[in-house]
Each structure stands twice: as structure tokens, then as C-alpha cells.
T-cell receptor, first 110, second 113 residues
Framework: RKEVEQDPGPFNVPEGATVAFNCTYS??????FFWYRQDCRKEPKLLMS???SGNEDGRFTAQLNRASQYISLLIRDSKLSDSATYLC???????????FGSGTKLNVKP | EADIYQTPRYLVIGTGKKITLECSQT?????MYWYQQDPGMELHLIHY???????EKGDLSSESTVSRIRTEHFPLTLESARPSHTSQYLC????????????FGPGTRLTVT
């Protein structure tokens, strides 16, 4: 079983739509959580960290549910420039490693 | 903006050659990582380091080796390149502590002919 599971998509949405991605993780000892964005043939870039109480950054909202071991990302008012692959990342501190999901591809259409 | 650098950005090389991919960061991060990623596929961890003189193999078996003699420098070496090594190699670093995120370099796109 993979450490981090994501729906690969693609999610095809019109501009202005609201879209949500979920991600589940298997290790209950996981301590920190992140969403990264990766454009085609580029490096992953940090979109936002995910805090226990949930957090928002502009049009992006991240939630963490430790009991169910899942993380979500909500994008409101989608822009064409949001088209990318979104990676869910989990850090298990004791192992000094970051576990990446395989990514969810988002296509925002005009 | 993360201060992590990789050279070369692109490399085309013949089978059997020895190559070293460079990675440097100026953030003073203790932890550094090498990932391999094929186009449209997921990231695979091939090496990581907790600090100077510490290196560990990652989850994906790799014929490459790494060294960590200085905090800021984490080069990856392939003694004898093969076409199966064709891929993108991404270097990353993170600070200590639980909530320190990982920052990536721009990657080296390697093609072995």
C-alpha cells in the first residue's frame, strides 16, 4: 500500500469553478502535511502547508482530518493559471522523509 | 524563493560516461534529497542526507552514489551512464524540525544515448 494516495484525475473544470482534491495517508505517525504544485516539466513548488485547524491562502483552503487520515485542498474561482498537477505530501518526522502522492492533474478550461 | 541550484540543467551524454550532477543550497539546510522523475510520473526518492557525512539510500534502487562533505553541497554521481538512466533528477532540501517544508531545485534533465 502506498504511503500517500491521490485521485490522479484529470479534473477538467471551467474557469470560475470550485474544485476539491482529497488525499489519504497511511502512517498515523505522520506529523506535517503539504500541498505542492508542479507544472509540466518543472520542479514541484510549495503551495501551502496544512495545519491541524485548517488554513486558507487566498482562493486556496487546506483541511486536515487526522482521525480519517486525509487531507483536502479546495480551489475557489479557478483560473486558467491554476492548471497543473497538485501533489499531496506527508512528512513522517522520525524517518526524515517526505512521502509524495502521485499527483492530481487539474485542467482549467476557458 | 528557494535558494537551491542544480547544474547542469540539461545533459546529453553517451553510454558508459561518468557524470556528476551538482546540487547546492544556500539556506543552511541540514537535510538534502535526490529524486528521480520520468515525464508525467511520480517522484521517486533515490538518496537523502541528514547532514554532513550522512547519506542514505531512498525507496527506489539506484546505481548512483552521493556524497555530503559540506552542508550546502550534495552531488550525485553515475559511474557509467546507461540509457535506462534517462530521466529528470530533482534535488531538494529542508530544515530541521517537524514543519519544515521541502524546497526543490530546477532539476537536471539527463538523456543517455
Amino acid at each position: 500500500r502506498k504511503e500517500v494516495e491521490q485521485d490522479p484525475g484529470p479534473f477538467n473544470v471551467p474557469e470560475g469553478a470550485t474544485v476539491a482534491f482529497n488525499c489519504t495517508y497511511s502512517n498515523s505517525a505522520s506529523q506535517s502535511f503539504f500541498w505542492y504544485r508542479q507544472d509540466c516539466r518543472k520542479e514541484p513548488k510549495l503551495l501551502m502547508s496544512v495545519y491541524s485547524s485548517g488554513n486558507e491562502d487566498g482562493r486556496f483552503t487546506a483541511q486536515l482530518n487526522r482521525a480519517s487520515q486525509y487531507i483536502s485542498l479546495l480551489i475557489r474561482d479557478s483560473k486558467l493559471s491554476d492548471s497543473a498537477t497538485y501533489l499531496c505530501v506527508v512528512n513522517v518526522y522520525n524517518f526524515n522523509k517526505f512521502y509524495f502522492g502521485s499527483g492530481t492533474k487539474l485542467n482549467v478550461k476557458p | 524563493e528557494a535558494d537551491i541550484y542544480q547544474t547542469p540543467r540539461y545533459l546529453v551524454i553517451g553510454t558508459g560516461k561518468k557524470i556528476t550532477l551538482e546540487c547546492s543550497q544556500t539556506m543552511g539546510h541540514d537535510k538534502m534529497y535526490w529524486y528521480q522523475q520520468d515525464p508525467g510520473m511520480e517522484l521517486h526518492l533515490i538518496h537523502y542526507s541528514y547532514g554532513v557525512n550522512s547519506t542514505e539510500k531512498g525507496d527506489l534502487s539506484s546505481e548512483s552514489t552521493v556524497s555530503r562533505i559540506r552542508t550546502e553541497h550534495f552531488p550525485l554521481t553515475l559511474e557509467s551512464a546507461r540509457p535506462s538512466h534517462t530521466s529528470q533528477y530533482l534535488c531538494a532540501s529542508s530544515g530541521t524540525g517537524v514543519f519544515n517544508e521541502q524546497y526543490f531545485g530546477p532539476g537536471t534533465r539527463l538523456t543517455v544515448t
